[in-house]
């Protein structure tokens, strides 16, 4: 049986054509930190739904981000499988609400919970023309707004935003905590 493997097209915006779900996240994070990329997805939203004005932006960074972000839906589709690969604990003092982000606290735990609820409510395909709809509108000025509804989209990007830095960023960690131990010293044997 042959595998579909789904095509990131990452080569546009990286350079990389051939990268895991979480690499594409890496690299993803390496372009945009995650306030920035928030941030950019806010005020793409704003200025699409306002019509009358146009994003003061330049239009190749908004086409680079859309592209990126389109990478990184791409990937959670993929990621939606791998449940308790990325768990965390929630620490005393690290466990006040404003470390989650936009994520509920057994959503911090398993960050790929938020990709199956995204990918439950709404086809990858569906997050992409959200995301072509959103772009078209706020590089423009237009005498109408989207037409569908864009306000639940947007929440489910904002929340794998926070979701794919978190397993990032549990994958650096955990990369970093292996690379300090010690490597177990060889004993001879006479």
């Known amino acids: 049986m042959k595998k579909n493997n789904i095509d990131f097209e990452s080569r546009f915006w990286s350079g990389r054509s051939k990268l895991s ?34 994003i003061p932006e330049d239009p190749s960074v908004v086409f680079h981000f ?32 404003l470390r989650y982000g936009s994520l509920s606290e057994e959503e911090y735990r398993d960050p790929v919970l938020v990709f199956r609820k995204a990918f439950k409510a709404y086809r990858p395909e569906e997050l992409e023309d959200f995301l072509s709809d959103v772009v078209y509108f706020s590089l423009g000025t237009f005498n109408q707004v989207p037409e569908r509804n864009i306000v639940g989209p947007y929440l489910h990007l904002i929340k794998m935003l926070d979701a794919a830095w978190l397993v990032v960023e549990r994958k650096n960690r955990k990369k970093d905590l292996l690379q300090s131990q010690p490597e177990k010293a060889e004993v001879e044997v006479p």
């Open 66 to 97: 859309y592209q990126s972000l389109r990478s990184l839906i791409r990937a959670g589709w993929c990621l939606r499988k791998k449940s308790g690969k990325w768990m965390g604990e929630v620490d005393p003092e690290t466990g006040n609400p």
């Open 21 to 54: 779900p979480v690499a594409l996240g890496d690299v993803f994070f390496q372009f945009h930190d995650l306030a920035t990329a928030k941030e950019r997805l806010n005020l793409m939203m704003q200025y699409a739904v306002q019509g009358k004005t146009r």
